[in-house]
């Protein structure tokens, strides 16, 4: 008994109540975010659906394991403690040298838990690593290249004339309900393509050809990331997959394919004075907090932005379209429908205007984050090219106003 008393006494209860509450309230938190948005526990298509099928083989598994080896535990502890003075002065029972029953036993349980994991895990990798069959013929064609720091799209499938592939960065636009074959690819280093609710990851490895397929049920806006350290800006190398129905998709597809919008200046029309604030750097986040009802959903913000804006100004358009070539971002950008920004160091631009984020999926595709991106890249991404390689190379200076009239015509490209 003096065990028992002397283990109690010793406790300390305030410290144990205290863990006890954090690792409730902990658990509680991390159950009302089982549906957070890079959950992998509410998952939204085939692939990401046996991934977690197999997690939860494996829980199952291992919660009977452990159940069975904590019962057995428990009852040993408890039936043959030292109950008396004598018992504990006693000397030790007499010891074996195994029992053959209990030995095979215990091999013959733990290959059958093997097994009970590894068929669903043969079966899961064989599903997982490619387009079945049934779907190859339809499945669209997608090769997704990760640079430090950002994600280039294109759609072999989509060809524009005199431009190649259809190509998009950072938001991957795919249809609903088909399978999307994904070729990975990296030019730098090492990347990893990673949409947790639909499938992931795989990484994107330099001279390599890897591949992944995914497909979404339904409709949707879908978070994805680098999943592989990269480099210093790793860690905000985001982006996103939106899913839309067939005729959507069609449509989008269509609008992706003409060059950039144009914008007509009346004759005589002056810039008007515009101010941007960058003062709201933390509320960018689309759709959150997803619990505000006069928030738009993330997929009707994505909708929305297909649309040319409210306040545009053509003169100020047509002054940042002037700058975006005479400030030499046509060296690393393309821009179809400017002839010579053929630049493919960084992102296509060619639609940047209908996008919901820019900077990687960093940053909401506004005026103040755009303002805040381009008057120094380095803030917000950490040693990235555009700051590097383009500002400080070829000694870009951008005032105030020339910040405002890149924003302008920045947002009318949809
Ligand atoms: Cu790219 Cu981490």
């Not at 019962?71 to 007499?94: C, G, H, Q």
């Not at 639909?198 to 001279?207: E, H, S, T």
């Not at 103040?368 to 917000?380: D, T």
Request: charged share 20%; with cysteine; aromatic share 10%.
């Amino acid at each position: 008994m003096r065990l028992p008393t002397f283990f109690l006494k010793s406790l300390p209860w305030g410290r144990c109540a205290l863990a006890l509450s954090a690792l409730g309230a902990l658990s509680g938190c991390q159950w009302m975010r089982m549906n957070d948005r890079q959950s992998v526990m509410a998952v939204d298509g085939p692939v990401a659906r046996s991934q977690l099928d197999l997690f939860y083989v494996t829980c199952w598994v291992t919660l009977v394991i452990f159940i069975v080896v904590g019962s057995v535990l428990a009852y040993t502890t408890i039936k043959f403690r030292a109950r008396t003075e004598a018992d504990e002065n006693a000397m030790p029972p007499e010891q074996g040298h195994g029992n053959p029953f209990i030995e095979v036993g215990l091999i013959g349980a733990s290959v059958l838990a093997l097994a009970i994991i590894a068929f669903p895990t043969f079966k899961a990798i064989g599903f997982t690593y490619d387009v079945p069959e049934a779907e190859k013929a339809t499945a669209l064609q997608v090769v997704a290249t990760g640079y430090q720091w950002w994600f280039k799209f294109e759609y072999p499938q989509e060809q524009i004339q005199g431009a190649g592939n259809l190509t998009t960065g950072n938001e991957l636009v795919i249809p609903a309900g088909r399978a999307v074959h994904v070729d990975l690819r990296s030019v730098d280093v090492m990347h990893s393509f990673w949409v947790p609710k639909l499938a992931g990851k795989v990484d994107m490895i330099p001279n390599r050809a890897n591949l992944l397929w995914l497909k979404a049920d339904h409709p949707g806006y879908f978070w994805g990331q680098c999943a592989e350290f990269c480099g210093e800006s790793h860690a905000v190398m985001r982006f996103r997959v939106i899913a839309l129905d067939a005729k959507d998709y069609a449509d989008w597809v269509a609008l992706q394919k003409q060059p950039a919008r144009e914008v007509a200046v009346p004759a005589g029309a002056v810039p008007k004075a515009q101010f941007a604030s960058l003062r709201d750097f933390q509320a960018n986040e689309i759709g959150f907090p997803a619990d505000d009802p006069l928030e738009l959903s993330p997929l009707d913000a994505w909708r929305a932005k297909q649309f040319p804006e409210r306040d545009e100004d053509p003169a100020l358009i047509a002054q940042g379209k002037a700058l975006f070539q005479a400030k030499t971002c046509i060296v690393c950008h393309t821009i179809r429908g400017i002839p010579a920004a053929v630049g493919v160091r960084g992102p296509d631009l060619t639609h940047v205007g209908a996008r919901t984020t820019i900077a990687a999926g960093l940053l909401e595709n506004n005026s103040e984050q755009l303002q805040r991106w381009i008057h120094n890249p380095s803030l917000v991404k950490p040693g990235n090219k555009m700051w590097v390689e383009g500002y400080l190379v070829n000694h870009i200076q951008l005032t105030s106003a020339d910040e405002v009239a890149l924003v302008a015509f920045l947002r009318s490209l949809k």
